[in-house]
């Protein structure tokens, strides 16, 4: 069970029209990351916003930033990312290519390395490049929505992963997405999860501080 965990609200469910406001909400909420969903229309069947908008949030917080592409060509996009100097980049196993060049490229280049795993996608999948990654973003929802239910087929990924980072005396923390709320966020502390995305539960209150702070104890 991970002490320090922490909590990445994701601005799909903010408001769109106020992004600004949102974000000095969440810092003062106490979020640890924010988490920028970037979805193409290709890989994911939805559209959320591109590299104009991510440099602009980049420009107006001191929150570490938490990118999470859900998109076809993900090595295309990573040179922008690198150069805002975002904190946590991770892309899809499912559709990149060349998976160990990517992260090491992000590595190499100060951005901490996630690969993002989809609720069918085996875990043993990225075993080869466990130790080039930081980061491993465990879906616990099919990506490309907000505000779905929870698939606790993360739970069992979460157990794999975490047994075979302490068997290489790894140091990759594990991030979960989707469906989360108190209730899901106590099995996932209790599974090790290290990183809990939450955007529906977050906003739908006007208490974002608790909502938050329910996420880290419930
Ligand atoms: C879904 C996104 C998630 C989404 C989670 O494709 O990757 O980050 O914002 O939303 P909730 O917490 O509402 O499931
Ligand atoms: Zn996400």
Redo the contacts with the bound molecule.
């Keep these: 069970m991970s002490d320090n965990i922490k909590i990445a609200p994701?601005?799909?469910?903010a408001d769109f029209l106020n992004f600004e406001q949102e974000i000095i909400r969440l810092e003062k909420a106490g979020a640890d990351l924010i988490?920028l969903?970037i979805?193409d229309g290709h890989f994911?069947p939805?559209l959320t916003f591109g590299n104009p908008l991510i440099k602009a949030i980049k420009q107006r917080t001191h929150l570490p930033l938490d990118v999470?592409l859900?998109v076809s060509n993900p090595e295309n996009y990573l040179d922008f990312l690198i150069n805002q100097k975002i904190d946590y980049v991770s892309f899809h196993q499912e559709i990149a290519i060349h998976i160990h060049r990517s992260l090491v490229h992000l590595r190499d280049n100060g951005v901490k390395a996630g690969l993002a795993l989809n609720p069918a996608t085996s875990v043993e999948l990225i075993f080869p490049v466990l130790e080039y990654l930081d980061f491993v973003l465990i879906?616990?929802?099919?990506?490309?929505?907000?505000?779905?239910k929870?698939l606790p087929i993360a739970l069992d990924k979460i157990k794999i992963l975490k047994n075979a980072i302490k068997d290489r005396n790894l140091t990759v923390e594990i991030e979960v997405?989707?469906?989360?709320n108190s209730q899901t966020a106590a099995l996932l502390r209790e599974a090790g999860a290290d990183i809990l995305?939450?955007?529906?539960?977050?906003f739908t209150s006007e208490d974002i501080a608790g909502r938050i702070n329910s996420l880290r104890k419930s």
């Design positions: 994701s601005l799909l469910s988490h969903d979805m994911v939805n999470h859900m879906m616990s929802v099919n990506p490309g929505f907000g505000g779905q929870f997405d989707g469906g989360i995305v939450a955007g529906s539960y977050v």
